[in-house]
């Protein structure tokens, strides 16, 4: 069973930034950061394919980036100009093979 750890989150004053990292238990090829807002349904943040090639939802354009290190089986999610509307729980998921990682909590406070 394929595990994903996640990690970085916390708690920071709009406009500061932050780092989510996902620790995969081995390779996958399409990684994505979703998030969950209270009270509210989880969405899709980014997307990164084992390519490189990356997708973001519009509300974060410009102020998030998805990268990826191979040999560490690490996706990261750099988060800069952080809005009090980003804080959510953020979760790393595996495409492919269905498998969410734990969240990790991000509080954006205004």
């Known amino acids: 069973q394929v595990q994903l750890v996640e990690s970085g989150g916390g708690l920071v004053q709009a406009g500061g930034s932050l780092r989510l990292s996902c620790a995969a238990s081995r390779s996958i090829n399409v990684l994505g950061w979703y998030r969950q807002p209270p009270g509210k349904q989880r969405e899709l943040v980014a997307v990164i394919r084992g390519g490189g090639t990356t997708n973001y939802t519009d509300s974060v354009k410009g102020r998030f980036t998805i990268s990826r290190d191979n040999a560490k089986n690490t996706v990261y999610l750099q988060m800069n100009s952080l809005k009090p509307e980003d804080t959510a729980v953020y979760y790393c998921?595996?495409?492919?093979?269905?498998?969410w990682g734990q969240g990790t909590q991000v509080t954006v406070s205004s």
């Open positions: 998921y595996a495409y492919g093979i269905d498998v």
